[in-house]
């Protein structure tokens, strides 16, 4: 029986240690993935950790290409920042030293500013734009100007 000799601990050959996101910052980039998923923004993400870089990336759709990826870089940390977002083409849309700072860049592309107003009288629950109600809608088709009342103006 051959014995090997016993290498401490200290010698030992180290694997990479592999970067990944803690517990708050995975909770704050899911939330706001969420968010973009019940808009119907986003469908899919992936979640990957290398030795130098963790990477959340956000898809439109599964088979493509990602919309966004949201990087940490803890190298970076005393530098630009550890966290990026970056574009679908690769540019750097926002770096920094707080992820919630960073994030917030993608909470203002899925605000828009819409004026909804219901849709007048039983039309199966569709909403039109605000001052496109159902009189404003037919006069306009008869070449009027809305009158409010939906009746066509007499001669």
């Known amino acids: 029986m051959t014995v090997h000799p016993l290498t401490p601990l200290d010698q030992a050959p180290r ?3 592999q970067v990944f996101f803690d517990r708050r910052e995975l909770g704050a980039i899911l939330a706001v993935y969420g968010r973009m998923v019940a ?4 469908r899919d993400y992936g979640i990957r950790g290398e030795a130098d870089v963790a990477m959340f990336s ?3 759709r599964t088979a493509e290409y990602p919309a966004y990826r ?3 870089r803890p190298r970076l940390r005393n530098r630009q920042g550890m966290y990026a977002l970056i574009g679908q083409a690769g540019q ?5 030293h707080d992820l919630t700072a960073v994030l917030r860049f993608l909470e203002q592309k899925s605000i828009r500013a819409v004026d909804w107003a219901p849709a007048a009288g039983g039309g199966g629950g569709r909403a039109q734009p605000a001052g496109q109600g159902q009189g404003a809608s037919q006069a306009a088709a008869h070449g009027a100007a809305p009158s409010g009342s939906g009746r066509r103006p007499g001669p």
């Open 15 to 17: 694997l990479p240690e």
């Open 39 to 42: 808009a119907g923004e986003m």
């Open 58 to 60: 956000i898809f439109r």
């Open 70 to 72: 949201v990087e940490k």
């Open 92 to 96: 750097v849309l926002r770096r920094g």
